[in-house]
C-alpha cells in the first residue's frame, strides 16, 4: 500500500494515519486521546508519539487518501490478501444496504463529493433520516469489492456501473468465467444488456407477469421439486 500510492508525510506517514482510523473508531479529535497510554513506537516504528495522531493531520491524511482513488486501493489490497490468493474467483455475490446518519447535511457541501447524503428507499426503516448506500461484492464471506453510493440512488442503476468498473481490476480471462449472484434489481433492460455475454444468476422481479406464471406452474407440480438443503449446507458440501 505505501508503495505503490503513497509517500511520507511530515513526521507520520499517512498509510500509518490510515492504519489508525482503521483499527480505532473514535472520531478524529480523540484518537489522539486513545493513544496517550498506549506505546505507539511499538506499534508504528520509533520516534512517533501519541501527538502525532491529531485530528488536523489525520484529515489531511484521509484527503491524500480521496485523492489516491480509495475504491482502487481497497480492492487491490483485498484482492492481494493471503486469504483472496488462496481462492478461485469464480463467483461474485453482490448485495447493497443503507446506513441512516444523524445530523444537518447541506446539499451544497456535497457538489463535488463523489456521492451525496441523503433520504431515499431505508433499508433499515428509518425514512426519518438521510442516509448513503453501501454495495459489497464478496467471495465465500470474503469482501473483495466495495462502494459508497449517494442515499437515494438505485440499486437498479447500480448494478450496471459497478460490473464496468470492476472490468478495470479484473483480467479478462476471470471476469468472462465470473458468475454474479445479486437480487432482483438487477434484471432491468439495461443491465441484461450489460450482462448480454457475461454470466449471472438473480431473481425474476415480481413487477414481471411472467414471474408469477412461472411460481403458479413451479407450485401446480410439488412432486418435481428437490431438496437441496440450506444455503449454508450447500456452500459446505461445495467447500
Known amino acids: 500500500m505505501e508503495k505503490t500510492y503513497l509517500r511520507n508525510y511530515r513526521t507520520v506517514q499517512h498509510s500509518r494515519g ?3 482510523l482503521l483499527v480505532r473508531r473514535e472520531p478524529l479529535y480523540r484518537i489522539e486521546w486513545f493513544f496517550r497510554d498506549t506505546d505507539v513506537g511499538a506499534l508504528f516504528g520509533n520516534g512517533i508519539e501519541a501527538g502525532h495522531f491529531n485530528d488536523d493531520r489525520l484529515a489531511r491524511a484521509l484527503d491524500k487518501f480521496a485523492d489516491a482513488d480509495p475504491w482502487r486501493i481497497y480492492h487491490e489490497i483485498a484482492l492481494g490478501s493471503p486469504d483472496a490468493c488462496s481462492l478461485v474467483l469464480d463467483v461474485i455475490r453482490l448485495d447493497t444496504t443503507s446506513f441512516s446518519v ?7 457541501d456535497f457538489e463535488d463529493a463523489p456521492f451525496r447524503i441523503t433520504r431515499g428507499y431505508s433499508k433499515d426503516l428509518r425514512p426519518d433520516l438521510k442516509q448513503f448506500l453501501f454495495g459489497l461484492g ?14 437515494n440512488q438505485s440499486d ?17 480471462e476471470v471476469w468472462n468465467t465470473l458468475v454474479v449472484v445479486a437480487d432482483s434489481a438487477l434484471v432491468t433492460e439495461e443491465n441484461l444488456n450489460t450482462y448480454e455475454k457475461r454470466w449471472f ?4 422481479p415480481e413487477t414481471y407477469r411472467l414471474c408469477e406464471a412461472l411460481k403458479d406452474r413451479a407450485f401446480a407440480d410439488e412432486s418435481r421439486w428437490i431438496e437441496v438443503g440450506s444455503a449454508g449446507t450447500v456452500w459446505q458440501r461445495r467447500k
Open 102 to 108: 444523524q445530523g444537518s447535511y447541506d446539499p451544497a
Open 156 to 172: 437498479k442503476t447500480w448494478y450496471g456501473p459497478w460490473t464496468e468498473r470492476i472490468t478495470e481490476l479484473l483480467s479478462p
Open 138 to 151: 464478496s467471495y465465500g464471506g470474503l469482501p473483495l469489492f466495495a462502494d459508497v453510493m449517494s442515499g
Open 201 to 204: 444468476i438473480s431473481r425474476m
Open 18 to 20: 490510515r492504519c489508525t
